[in-house]
């Protein structure tokens, strides 16, 4: 069982940055994929963001790439997510999710634990 909470979220003006942490408790964070998903109003939740057990591979959806960096601090249990240049289609409502079957993977379905997400609005 593994318990997710985001934050960092917050009002930021188009252009600015943002750094969303996702903290982990319970045991062996090292054995999940982590991902960061995104929910718009009235929209399904989107892939943002993705990272391999070590940290060494990650993967992100096209409007985000250049922009948003995953990382995780496995001896924290901690995995971030830094969002730069950040534009107004990037409002959304950001969860950070666990994923047990150890392959990255972009698609929600996949992942079992899910954070309660934290609200990001950019202003234009």
């Known amino acids: 069982q593994v318990q997710l909470v985001e934050s960092g979220g917050g009002l930021v003006q188009a252009g600015g940055s943002l750094r969303l942490s996702c903290a982990a408790s319970?045991?062996?964070?090292?054995?999940?994929?982590m991902g960061w998903f995104r929910q718009a109003p009235g929209k399904e939740r989107e892939f943002v963001a993705t990272?391999?057990?070590?940290?060494?591979?990650?993967y992100y959806a096209d409007s985000v790439k250049g922009r948003f960096t995953i990382s995780r601090d496995n001896a924290k249990n901690t995995v971030y997510l830094q969002m730069n240049s950040l534009k107004p289609e990037d409002t959304a409502v950001y969860y950070c999710?666990?994923?047990?079957?150890?392959?990255?993977?972009?698609?929600?379905?996949?992942?079992?634990?899910w954070g309660q997400g934290t609200q990001v609005t950019v202003s234009s």
């Open positions: 990272i391999s057990l070590s940290g060494g591979r990650t």
């Open positions: 319970g045991r062996n964070f090292r054995r999940y994929v």
């Open positions: 999710a666990a994923d047990s079957s150890s392959v990255i993977t972009t698609t929600p379905q996949e992942y079992d634990y």
